[in-house]
């Protein structure tokens, strides 16, 4: 068989070199200006869930914690620390909700809030809780919050302070709501001043809680 011809053969390694160096050029600028996915996911940062608690005082919360425990050891349940919620479950960045709770803080006065009953709810969060009066001073707090995180809810609020979470029949729900006030008597009766506010973290999707943290907290002003 006849060999190609010389100049042709070196006509066809030249286009083959050309086009070699052409892939290799585009290749190079691409890897310039466009970043690989996973470096492009980390410089990102994720939302997640945040709520803003209302912190009781260390007396009422060491009060408080002694229910909790005895609620937990008859009817389970995940620990947690005690508060009343401000802002319910809110989906940010980190820094900006760090942002809206320090704005939120900003000039917030303590408040006072006071227990009307010991009540049960529908659902997992809100199992057996200590129910708040609606007070102006403890709804104007919570709307003052909300506005500022930008929080919608399609309920009016109301302010709770939660004893045991769980997915209870009512029979048991009652027995843990009378057990609450056998543990403590006058429970139903108790008054305190709200002087912290906590920014958690609360995946709602996670019922061990074990995700559950502080990010953040502010005194408020004193009365």
């Not at 050029?25 to 940062?45: H, N, Q």
């Not at 980190?94 to 809030?113: H, I, P, T, V």
């Not at 309920?155 to 009512?170: N, V």
């Not at 001043?193 to 061990?208: F, G, S, V, W």
Request: glycine fraction near 6%; include cysteine.
């Amino acid at each position: 068989m006849a060999s190609a011809h010389p100049l042709l053969s070196s006509f066809v390694n030249v286009r083959i070199l050309g086009f070699v160096g052409s892939v290799g050029l585009s290749l190079f600028v691409w890897s310039i200006y466009v970043e690989p996915p996973d470096m492009a996911k980390g410089t990102e940062s994720k939302k997640e869930v945040y709520s803003v608690w209302g912190v009781p005082p260390e007396e009422v919360r060491a009060r408080v914690k002694k229910v909790m425990e005895g609620l937990r050891s008859e009817f389970g349940g995940p620990a947690f620390e005690p508060h009343v919620t401000v802002v319910g479950a809110i989906s940010l960045k980190e820094d900006d909700a760090l942002n809206k709770f320090r704005s939120a803080c900003d000039g917030l006065k303590a408040y006072d809030a006071s227990v009307d009953s010991v009540a049960t709810g529908s659902f997992f969060y809100q199992c057996v809780y200590l129910l708040l009066h609606p007070s102006s001073e403890v709804v104007e707090a919570s709307a003052h919050c909300t506005g500022h995180f930008g929080f919608r809810s399609s309920t009016p609020y109301m302010p709770h302070l939660s004893l045991l979470y769980g997915d209870l029949l009512e029979e048991d729900k009652k027995k843990a709501q009378e057990r609450a006030k056998v543990v403590d008597e006058s429970i139903s009766n108790l008054n305190f001043t709200i002087t912290r506010l906590a920014l958690y973290k609360t995946d709602t999707e996670d019922r061990t809680l074990k995700s559950w943290e502080k990010v953040s907290e502010c005194d408020l002003i004193p009365m």
